[in-house]
């Protein structure tokens, strides 16, 4: 065992936080929009847990027709907990479907809710779920979401599986589904739970983890969905087996909506970037064997990523790197590991910090290879797992602290602060842009300063500008020792940008080291990042502003976590050509 290993997993957290990557690397948007899924990521974790506990999902009823049309109830055991999944069914008029969070119609509505769930609740959930924004949900409703059927994949998969076949990988695509999700709402929105009300003993506690049985429930709708379809038109239909069992993921789409939210969750983005970094910090600095078994394990991960991102050549990646490529700058990073197993040396220095030296070089080669390499290496180390959960509870307040002196703010935000001094907002290239939500949909949008409507309503999501502001006032303040409280007296609009630096002390990735309204910021590095944590993965930019994704692409289905089987689906490989 390590030296690392000898400690306890809270002194190991204490150990990585002294060793993490500086907040100027960790939030560049480069480096955040090469992120990729890890083992800590929501979906990851929510299936690790639940295998763990073997928690079971029957359906207990279906009345679906031919077509797909009806309802479904599922009833989840979460170590002793009774939940209910229920779902209704349609098929829309293709011209109906959208990737758009906001639509009125949708061939998938459900709901996530607290048992029991008798037919009195199931007639409530009936009249409202399908409704979704229109309807109102009760306390114990913990999700509702919706989902169309992809236009590419439903059809094809019904019309193989009636002729008695298994899909053909190359009709599927790099991003293989059957339905697409287009929201989860939770936590108080329509009148659902407020998941501050979920007990420290609920299955679902943890954030995010509602959402994730739900989006796993969903993706398990559809396969019953397809293979019901298949098995009423001939009688020669077979069930998705092989490969094909657990390939299939969630589509999704997703938009700008989700930049403002780490903005507007300073905090809650500090708990995702230590979700993400220091269980990393804890591998780079371990010490390493040639012949440990980690490094064969890491070899192996390493030999899984160069497949997967290889036979990706149809997925529209830019302005990322196509897989391929990206496989290619693996291969680089695998002949230094090779290297490092037959010698003990990585271009002939001798180490016994093979992940240290490895992701250097990594860094060199470019950020998506360096992005890779992070998750394998995570996915080598399990013993942070439950104390790296701990990290996203955190507190969201932002308080203004009125008897600091002005000195001791400046300070502080030339301190943790002075990144945002780059910017010149002089120059309008630095102020192209403004954060608004639609009036009619309430979507977020960018306008172009000058030109577009609604900068009345812009969203103040200008930290950079802001705290620029404040610093440029209080560097006329006189007197150090001139109390904050005085200071916005005369000075109230500086409000937001105190209580933000004032609050965010000691949080070291709490800002994105970005400037949002600039002509060159490019929203799908935060989406990226965010995307990443969720579990997902097959980005796909359709522009600069959304890209649709996959999850639980390669996951195990109910009866492996029944069974307390969470498979290794990291990087899952597509099925191949002849499976059965």
């Not at 903005?263 to 804890?282: F, G, Q, S, Y």
């Not at 910090?353 to 995570?378: M, Q």
Request: net charge negative.
């Amino acid at each position: 065992m390590t030296a690392a290993g000898a400690l306890r997993p809270t002194e190991l957290l204490r150990r990585a936080q002294q060793l993490a990557r500086p907040p100027e690397r960790v939030l560049d948007p480069l480096d955040m929009g090469a992120s990729r899924h890890t083992r800590h990521s929501f979906a990851r974790s929510f299936l690790r847990t639940a295998a763990a506990q073997h928690w079971t999902v029957r359906r207990e009823s279906w009345d679906v027709d031919a077509r797909g049309r009806g309802e479904a109830a599922y009833r989840v055991d979460a170590d002793g907990h009774e939940l209910w999944f229920l779902a209704f069914s349609t098929l829309l008029p293709e011209e109906q479907r959208t990737d758009r969070v906001v639509a009125d119609a949708w061939d998938v509505t459900a709901a996530l809710v607290e048992g029991p769930c008798d037919e009195r609740r199931r007639a409530e959930l009936r009249a409202q779920v399908p409704l979704q924004e229109e309807g109102r949900a009760d306390a114990r409703t913990l999700v509702w979401t919706r989902a169309n059927r992809s236009r590419r994949f439903f059809d094809y998969v019904v019309d193989r599986l009636a002729e008695g076949l298994q899909p053909e990988p190359e009709a599927m695509g790099d991003a293989a589904y059957v339905l697409r999700s287009t929201a989860f709402y939770s936590n108080g929105k329509f009148g659902l739970a407020d998941f501050d009300s979920l007990g420290d003993d609920h299955p679902l506690r943890l954030p995010y983890r509602a959402q994730m049985l739900t989006a796993w429930l969903l993706r398990e709708l559809s396969y019953d969905l397809v293979e019901h379809c298949a098995a009423a038109r001939s009688p020669l239909a077979v069930r998705l087996t092989g490969d094909w069992r657990c390939y299939l993921g969630l589509g999704n789409a997703t938009g700008l909506g989700m930049v403002p939210f780490v903005i507007n969750h300073p905090r809650v983005l500090d708990a995702w970037c230590a979700v993400r970094e220091l269980p990393l910090a804890h591998a780079l600095h371990d010490p390493t064997s040639p012949q440990g078994a980690r490094t064969a394990r890491v070899r192996d991960l390493l030999e899984r990523a160069r497949d997967y991102f290889r036979e990706r050549d149809t997925l529209a990646t830019a302005p990322y790197l196509p897989g391929p490529l990206l496989a290619g700058q693996l291969d680089e990073l695998a002949a230094l590991l090779d290297e490092y197993r037959e010698t003990g040396s990585i271009r002939g220095e001798p180490t016994d910090r093979a992940w240290h030296t490895l992701h250097a070089s990594a860094d060199e080669i470019g950020p998506e290879a360096r992005g890779v390499l992070c998750s394998l290496l995570v996915e080598a180390y399990d013993e942070l797992d439950a104390d790296v959960e701990k990290l996203l509870h955190c507190d969201q307040q932002l308080t203004v602290e009125p008897a600091q002196t002005c000195g001791a703010l400046r300070a502080m935000a030339l301190d943790r602060y002075n990144w945002v001094r780059r910017f010149d907002f002089d120059d309008s290239t630095q102020q192209t842009y403004f954060w608004f939500s639609s009036v009619n949909n309430e979507e977020p949008r960018r306008g172009r300063r000058g030109i577009d409507p609604g900068e009345h309503v812009e969203h103040p999501v200008d930290i950079a500008r802001s705290v620029n502001e404040m610093l440029d006032d209080l560097a006329a303040v006189t007197a150090d020792d001139r109390p904050v409280a005085d200071f916005l007296l005369s000075h109230p609009w500086h409000r937001a940008a105190v209580a933000r630096v004032q609050s965010l002390a000691g949080l070291p990735y709490a800002e994105v080291r970005a400037n949002l309204l600039a002509r060159d910021f490019l929203p799908l590095h935060v989406q990226r990042f965010q995307l990443a944590l969720y579990g997902m993965d097959n980005y796909s930019p359709q522009s600069t502003d959304w890209l649709r994704v996959t999850l639980f692409c390669g996951a195990p289905r109910p009866s492996d976590i029944a069974a307390g089987r969470e498979h290794d689906w990291l990087f899952a490989r597509k099925p191949r050509k002849d499976a059965p």
